[in-house]
């Protein structure tokens, strides 16, 4: 276990404030191996900042993001918000290869990412879950967390096909990783479930999940907590603390849910019709009267 | 691999295993019963599920659909003959041995995947069948008109394999007091093939190209967010499913002793298709229960045109059991995607707790609603 970022414990659904730090490290990985050694790059230490600069993008005649930049400190929780259409999504299809930018720059440490295809931008530890959810719905959970580890394992169609027994210590070895995180964010009964047939939420945690298991650098998370019950997103909200606090790891957060962000994030960019228009503090950016507009619109206008 | 297989299945599913054991025994002893008729049928089934597995690997898991697989049958095919032929029959022949021209035939198939795989890798889904129609046309012309290769409109006779100084063709050979021609050995080769086909392409499903196959097919864009080359994944499982037609051609070839251009048309990956479709797609079973069913439901009809009403002996007037079997296979594909989506591979595993899942089936085209 040696290369692999120990777990926080278990976040713990009944903490209102959403910030369980590394309660118990034992307790999530009862399957730890000390000879299993290699499975995952160093999280936590080496975590790189991620650097938005002067970032445009057009489609035909629309201007979906006109010259925004933020930065996201390593292993802080920094959010993306703005009313609908304000370019959050389009900025998140940007950083994860999905969408071409017109113009700028997005660096993860010493990487350009603009000029990357997807899966090379999740090589560089970039992790990523989706607004709708991008579940296979016949696969079971646990089937659906081996694909997050997927970048982490070299097993291929010949290895796979005969049964090397290289590639059966290595889907063991994953497996064990697999159920730990699952336990971490709370699903370790489900594993064996077909994933379509959890509820929404579980999903939407499942998919989380997902992400973790690529031992991601940077957390992208479009809109983690939406659809769920006050209680799924009390646990998502602790489980997202966790990954900050007890892994390292910066995420970068778009959520309507305001009570959510002023919580969790460190800092907040607000957008609003592909501007930026407020970065700052939470508590900054909430008393920001060009934010109070975006959202309330004009106080004339009353 | 064997003992985990045993250790899994003798503390959970001890009839499982019986039954499995039972199946083998009865598929070994056959040849010392059936007749030839019933072989040959039995090996165009097992040549046909070795087809379905590669395509399965394609249009079934990845989604991606391709209507050129007759074409790489027709290399497998005719890629034996020219390593294999020995030249007497003026026809172009390197004369190579039975065992290494087959696999050179397959090696070959898998290159003109390959050769095909930049477009394989950069379309996706129905766009990409649209594209390998083209590998039909072209097939086409070849077989027709390169005379040399191919033999033309009449085809040429497939030179008979020979494996560990057995020869796999009517020089009789007495096995237990039943005399045991060409389709009685094949019938060996044939089980060994698909056996092999089979456990491959699901311990490929299984694994993690397999899991990275299906987050193609169901989910594109996330799929390549997850890290995963979706171009590079498509042309290699392109070359897979190329490589397994080759090998089906192979024995398809053996069996017919004769490889004829017109069989390696349109119809024929047509009818790959709907062997996916009705055993099930993306599943390996399914695959070999649906080309068994496909390719023994005409000569079932054959053999039996004058038991069964409608259907005649061809050229007598009536339905002619080629022509009644594509009815039959084509009302079953619509009646498995209405009523038994999952295809015939679900039916065998619908009976434990199945209401787990509102089950959407795979589709071909794609379902990821975000665009470019």
Same mark, same amino acid.
């Given at each position: 276990m040696t290369d692999d970022a120990p777990l926080p414990g278990p976040p713990d659904p009944?903490?209102? &404030?959403?910030? &369980?730090?590394?309660?118990?490290?034992?307790g999530a990985s009862p399957?730890?191996?000390?000879?299993? &050694?290699?499975?995952g790059p160093v999280t936590g230490p080496d975590v790189p900042a991620l650097v938005v600069e002067d970032l445009t993008v057009r489609f035909a005649g629309l201007?979906?993001?006109?010259g925004i930049g933020f930065t996201v400190r390593p292993g802080t929780v920094h959010a993306l918000i703005g009313p609908n259409g304000a370019g959050k999504s389009t900025c998140f299809n940007v950083l994860s290869g999905v969408y071409r930018a017109t113009a700028g720059s997005v660096r993860l440490g010493a990487h350009?990412?603009?000029?990357?295809?997807p899966h090379r931008i999740a090589d560089l530890g970039v992790g990523r879950i989706f607004q709708n959810l991008a579940l296979?719905?016949?696969?079971?959970v646990e089937d659906s967390l081996m694909l997050g580890r997927h970048r982490l394992t070299r097993t291929g169609f010949l290895a796979a096909g005969l049964r090397l027994p290289s590639a059966a210590r290595e889907e063991a070895r994953h497996r064990a990783r697999v159920r730990e995180i699952a336990a971490f964010v709370g699903l370790e009964k489900q594993?064996?479930?077909?994933?379509? &047939?959890?509820?929404y939420g579980q999903q939407k945690l499942a998919e989380l999940a997902r992400a973790l298991c690529m031992e991601p650098k940077l957390l992208l998370l479009d809109?983690?907590?939406?659809?769920?019950t006050a209680d799924e997103r009390r646990r998502t909200a602790s489980v997202i603390a966790g990954v900050r606090d007890g892994l390292g790891i910066s995420v970068l957060l778009v959520e309507h849910d305001m009570g959510l962000v002023m919580r969790l994030a460190d800092s907040v960019t607000v957008l609003d019709f592909g501007r930026r228009i407020a970065d700052g503090t939470p508590g900054d950016v909430q008393n920001d009267p060009a934010v109070v507009r975006a959202y309330l619109g004009e106080e004339t206008a009353a | 691999m064997s003992e985990t297989l045993a250790r899994s299945g003798l503390r959970v599913r001890t009839p499982a295993v019986y039954g499995w054991a039972a199946a083998a025994l009865v598929l070994v002893a056959l040849p010392f019963y059936l007749d030839r008729f019933w072989l040959q049928a039995g090996l165009f089934a097992m040549a046909a599920a070795l087809g379905a597995l590669g395509i399965n690997l394609l249009t079934? $898991? /990845?989604?991606q659909l391709s209507m050129g697989h007759a074409f790489f049958l027709a290399v497998g095919a005719y890629g034996y003959c020219l390593f $294999?032929?020995? *030249?007497?029959?003026g026809l172009a022949g390197l004369g190579l041995p039975g065992w290494l021209a087959a696999v050179l035939a397959v090696a070959l198939a898998g290159l003109a995947g390959g050769v095909f795989s930049p477009i394989a890798g950069r379309l996706r889904g129905a766009y990409l069948g649209i594209a390998t129609l083209a590998l039909i046309f072209i097939g086409q012309h070849v077989l027709f008109n390169a005379h040399d290769l191919t033999? *033309?409109?009449n085809g040429r006779a497939v030179p008979p394999l020979s494996l560990f100084g057995l020869?796999?063709?009517? #020089?009789e050979l007495l096995v237990a007091q039943v005399p045991f021609g060409a389709v009685e050995k094949l019938w060996y080769l044939g089980l060994a093939l698909l056996l092999g086909g089979f456990l491959f392409a699901r311990g490929v499903l299984r694994g993690r190209p397999g899991r990275a196959m299906n987050a193609i097919r169901d989910h594109r864009i996330a799929a390549g967010v997850m890290g995963i080359p979706v171009a590079r994944y498509r042309a290699a499982v392109f070359v897979l499913s190329s490589m397994y037609a080759g090998l089906a051609g192979v024995l398809l070839a053996l069996v017919f002793q004769r490889t004829v251009?017109?069989?390696?048309?349109?119809a024929l990956s047509l009818e790959y298709l709907a062997m996916i479709v009705i055993g099930g797609l993306g599943s390996v079973a399914g695959a070999v229960a649906g080309g068994v069913f496909v390719s023994l439901l005409p000569q079932l009809l054959t053999r039996y045109s004058d038991a069964l009403p409608l259907v005649s002996a061809p050229? /007598?007037?009536?339905? $002619?059991p080629g022509e009644a079997s594509r009815y039959l296979y084509g009302a079953a594909v619509v009646a498995v995607v209405l009523?038994?989506?999952?295809?015939?591979a679900r039916l065998a595993v619908r009976?434990?707790? +199945?209401? #787990? #899942?509102? +089950?959407?089936t795979p589709t071909i085209t794609e379902p990821s609603g975000e665009t470019r």
């Open positions: 009944a903490d209102p &404030s959403g910030t &369980s730090g590394p309660a118990d490290p034992n399957q730890a191996d000390p000879t299993d &050694s290699v499975i201007t979906a993001l006109d350009e990412l603009t000029a990357l295809p296979p719905p016949r696969a079971t594993l064996a479930q077909p994933a379509g &047939s959890l509820p809109e983690p907590v939406a659809g769920m | 079934g $898991a /990845t989604g $294999a032929g020995d *030249g007497t029959d033999g *033309g409109y020869t796999f063709d009517d #020089t251009p017109e069989y390696f048309g349109m050229g /007598t007037g009536g339905i $002619a009523f038994l989506p999952g295809g015939l009976k434990p707790k +199945s209401p #787990t #899942t509102q +089950s959407p």
